[in-house]
Antibody
């Protein structure tokens, strides 16, 4: 069974750093793109970026380029989303997603359960 | 960027109703469109990909149609489990989502 299991909720202060994770199982982790999607409170879905764990090829949405860093450790089948300096506006639910197609872009067939990030002083 | 516009934003319907949600793209995306269902507090779930292909395990009352710039998601007979928010997503260049359509109980 394919699963994407994300790390737990985080509460941080503005200016702090954070790295959240997404562990894939039930499939060949290095053969599928893993992306990240943001959902701000009461709002819609926004694509942030995507990585191919096989060779770490990474693409970012222009809206998020330079704001976050996406990485992956294929030895433990885990993708990461990190911030170096959080802002209150980063408060949101973050989902990792799997793209089943080799060629970008594609649809997302599996979603993690989400990680809620709250940034507040 | 390709903009996706869904209508309506909210839809009130009863169990058994036929429901149609529309999604329009700001430029042609061929058939590179997916539909997702999201329930409160849960992650979105894939329903339809490539405009009309039903994801495995999704009930056949869900169907998708369209190409180019206009697409529809139809629920043939609304069930209690279908009250949720629905999002379209284009994956032609690269990814954008519609703003969502909330299907409420009438």
């Amino acid at each position: 069974e394919v699963q994407l299991v994300q790390s737990g909720a985080e509460v941080k202060k503005p200016g702090e750093s954070l790295k959240i994770s997404c562990k894939g199982s039930g499939y060949s982790f290095t053969s599928y793109w893993i992306g990240w999607v943001r959902q701000m409170p009461g709002k819609g879905l926004e694509w942030m970026g995507i990585i191919y764990p096989g060779d770490s090829d990474t693409r970012y949405s222009p809206s998020f380029q330079g704001q976050v860093t996406i990485s992956a450790d294929k030895s433990i089948s885990t993708a990461y989303l990190q911030w170096s300096s959080l802002k209150a506006s980063d408060t949101a639910m973050y989902y990792c997603v799997r793209q089943p197609a080799m060629v970008l872009p594609g649809y997302f067939d599996y979603w993690g359960q989400g990680t809620l990030v709250t940034v507040s002083s | 960027d390709i903009q996706m516009t869904q209508s309506p934003s909210t839809l009130s319907a009863s169990v058994g109703d036929r429901v149609t949600i529309t999604c329009r793209a700001s430029q042609s995306i061929s058939s590179w469109l997916a539909w997702y269902q999201q329930k409160p507090g849960k992650a979105p779930k894939l329903l339809i990909y490539k405009a009309s292909s039903l994801e495995s395990g999704v009930p056949s009352r869900f169907s998708g149609s369209g190409s180019g710039t206009e697409f529809t998601l139809t629920i043939s007979s609304l069930q209690p489990d279908d009250f949720a928010t629905y999002y379209c997503q284009q994956y032609n260049s690269p990814w954008t989502f519609g703003q969502g359509t909330k299907v409420e109980i009438k």
